[in-house]
């Protein structure tokens, strides 16, 4: 066996010993599922397997099922919930979410309990730790926890233990939050379906044929599974979003440096972040996104963080119209809709003119949706010591990586002729150049149409199998605009369903569209506000949940 091989295998039985005895899934429930579960049809909800694998009590159930985040906090609060019950209760279906679907990377089983206990006794005393007291949240693999592994799915970087935590990890802490796992990532991040030679492929818990998305794919799946109540994840291109489209939660996509970025694991050449990744929640109510986004703003995180802004949240209660304006973007050309995706879109638009909102159609041209993919992908490609990471123990690239960038390399180019003719620092010119023009037609459209808030596919399709969702052009425009956006998930794909016929003419990229496989998937919608209207953008997105749950 080969070395990387060995390191792995060690790594990935490491992290399984660590989950208790009693918390293993017994055989007998572990045979419901049909085998491979990643190349079979299991649907993890249907079969109900988290109740019947008997491991948690009717009270842990309670607790996992019955609270959104503000319930859990007021029941903290109140001493409704003690801070121990609600970390094992979480931890408890964490790990069971790990053996249904992979999710997990680092856990921290032991240290969650003994925190929890000092919360609690804290609590006795009179005290609370902070607006997040006694509250269990999860973070992406990509987060430094002193004295544990941040990989990124890359083996070398198992030879790499984190000598300090992440600024958001010690804020999260000194507002009293629980840390209790770390979830799964692609290898080097670098594209949106998670697998890496160290822990394996992350499933989608509604079908585990299908992709749960990615980077942030473990994130996504276990919050889906309601494996922890709040998880941050990371993006760049949309890798918060795409797997909360594809595991049928929420997620917000901050504006850049507004959430302390510093101290993440990182593998790719420094200075070469032209497009800035940011960090935000992930979550099974769209009010836990504010609450994340204000208590951690409210620390003033640019005080611990020289890349964080010192802006303060705001309350904009007040500063929102009574029927909104909101722009829709078309289908991009090059960029063609699954028919289940046309149609969540159809509904949603139906639904919030019922609803009193001016529905105000954009378009194609202006919304630059393929110009921005372009735009993204040669800079993301700009990087080179990422793959050298890879290369250095001679383990191979992942399928999904190979495929994603096979196909960035292959797109063709009509926003960005010529660019390959120029010399490097040329190009970073030009790109600049094409993400301002981006910019100023987008201020344009927003100013001319008064736009209050934008709607947008938030991918061509739902989840898809593995390794095959390729370029998430819908995301990644608001990643080259810096655009705060949220995805919120509305209605399932249906086999059933009279969708029309999908076929890709000349010049189009789009997954291969399979109705059967991707029957039961969510599908969803994305928002977005302006540049630091991150206030506006989730106060508006609740309106727009709470439309499109009363139709």
Known sequence: ?????????????????????????????????????ESSRNNIFDLDLVRKSGILTEREIHITEGFDVTG?????????????????????????????????????????????????????????AGPFHGLPISLKDSFQILGSHATLGIVSFLERVSERNSVLVDILTSLGAVVYVKTNVPQTLATVDTDNNIFGRTL?????????????????????????????????????????????????????????????????EPGTDFILPCAGPVSNDVNAL?????????????????????????????????????????????????????????????????????????????????DATEIAWKIFMFDTETPEHVKSTGEPFIPSVAYTHGIARDLDNQFLTGLDKLDRLSQLAVLRSKQTQIREDWRKSWTENKLDLVLS????????????????????????????????????ASSTETYGDFSLKAGQRAPEYKPEDIDGAPTSVQVFTRTFRDEECLFMAKIVDECLKNA
């Open 1 to 37: 066996m080969s070395a990387w091989k060995e390191k792995s295998l060690l790594k990935r039985q490491t992290c399984s010993d660590k989950i208790p005895v009693d918390w293993k899934i017994p055989t007998s429930v572990q045979n419901c599922l049909t085998l491979p579960s």
């Open 72 to 128: 859990l906090l007021q029941g903290l609060r109140k001493g409704e919930l003690t801070a121990v019950e609600v970390t094992k209760a979480f931890s408890k279906r964490a790990a069971i979410a790990h053996q249904l679907v992979n999710c997990l990377t680092e856990t921290y089983f032991d240290e969650a309990i003994k925190r929890a206990e000092a919360l609690d006794k804290l609590k006795i005393s009179g005290q609370v």
């Open 204 to 268: 989608n818990p509604w079908n585990t044929k299908l992709g749960a998305g990615g980077s942030s794919g473990g994130e996504g799946a276990l919050v889906a599974l309601r494996g922890s109540p709040l998880g941050v994840g990371t993006d760049v291109g949309g890798s918060i979003r795409i797997p909360a489209l594809c595991c049928g939660t929420y997620g917000f996509k901050p504006s850049a440096s507004r959430i302390p970025y510093s101290g993440q694991q990182n593998c790719g």
């Open 290 to 370: 504010e609450i994340f986004m204000k208590a951690t703003l409210d620390t003033r995180p640019a005080y611990l963080d020289s890349g964080a802004l010192d802006l303060p949240w705001r309350d904009v209660s007040g500063d929102i119209p009574h029927s909104l304006r909101i722009g829709l973007i078309p289908e991009d050309p090059r960029f063609p809709l699954h028919p289940p995706v046309k149609l969540a879109i159809q509904e949603a638009v139906k639904r919030l003119q019922k609803h009193g909102h001016i529905i105000v159609p954009l378009k194609s041209t202006t919304c630059h949706v393929a």
């Open 457 to 492: 596919p938030s991918a061509q399709s739902t989840a898809v199998e593995h390794d095959r969702f390729g370029l998430p052009a819908y995301t990644t425009l608001t990643n080259v605009l810096d655009f705060p956006s949220c995805v919120i998930p509305f209605l399932h």
